[in-house]
């Protein structure tokens, strides 16, 4: 707990620039909520994404590329731009495959983003109210802080990286949260076991023990996760280095969450009159 300060200052830091960096730029949301067009071409020859870009303005369009780690170009069209002409003015930098071609129109990527809204909504609610019957007020309330902590700045790292957006990250971003939740669960737990055990013991030296009793559990199992969706990330090529991504991010700010942001709000919120005793 002597440390959580220190842990209090990095949270907010990574938080503030999580929330500039969405509200300046904002997420790269991709073609399931926007519809359009994606393509994904590889040239043969050497060619960079400047090049690209400049073939596709001639023809008039206004792509958003990315470049893959297998050095591919990911072009997302927007709704009404033509993909053919895309592909036609792509010839011109020299010999090319294309890898794939998605296209989603505007009522159904209408659909997609009402629906992943929704099922955001309803898990986080589904956890709040799961966090409330199972423990006391402020113990709910700083696992909820805990959560949307980590929800924040795993969206604020697409933001300042710009990834595209999709339902299969906000499918992970699912996954990264009940992870979270269930570790911040764990610690609980043992600090509810402890109380009643050690009734006398003040509170920061009881949340000191729980934490501690966990620590191990917690590295071991946070560290085999980032091991595997590191190795994914790196290795697992473009769509799946995407979503993998909120995995790397989630585990190692989900994990920072559960052992400090957590618990020592507990400590530090029972200062306030309203919750005390709650």
Known sequence: MKFRF???????????????????????????????????????????????????????????IQNTASGSFLIRLKLGEDPQRALTSLKSLGD?????????????????RSKAIWSVLVALGGITV??????????????????????????????????????????????VAGYSVTDTVVIYDRMRENLRIRKSLPLRDLINISVNQNLARTLMTSMTV????????LFGGSALSNVMFAFVVGVVVGTLSSIFVASSLILDITRFKFFRGR
């Open 226 to 233: 980032f091991v595997v969706a590191l190795a994914m990330f």
């Open 6 to 64: 220190y842990s209090y200052a990095v949270s907010l830091t990574l938080l503030i620039i999580s929330l500039v960096f969405l509200q300046v730029r904002g997420l790269n949301l991709g073609i399931d909520f926007t519809g359009g067009t994606i393509l994904e071409v590889a040239y043969k020859a050497k060619v960079s994404t400047e090049q690209v870009r400049q073939a596709l303005q001639k023809e008039g369009l206004n792509p958003h």
């Open 96 to 112: 090319y495959s294309l890898i794939r071609q998605d296209t989603i129109g505007s009522v159904i990527s209408s659909e997609l």
């Open 130 to 175: 799961y966090l409330t019957y199972r423990y006391k007020l402020l113990w709910a309330f700083a696992g909820l802080v805990a959560l949307f902590h980590d929800v924040i700045i795993v969206l604020g790292a697409y933001a300042i990286t710009q990834r595209e957006v999709n339902l299969d990250v906000i499918a992970s971003l699912l996954v």
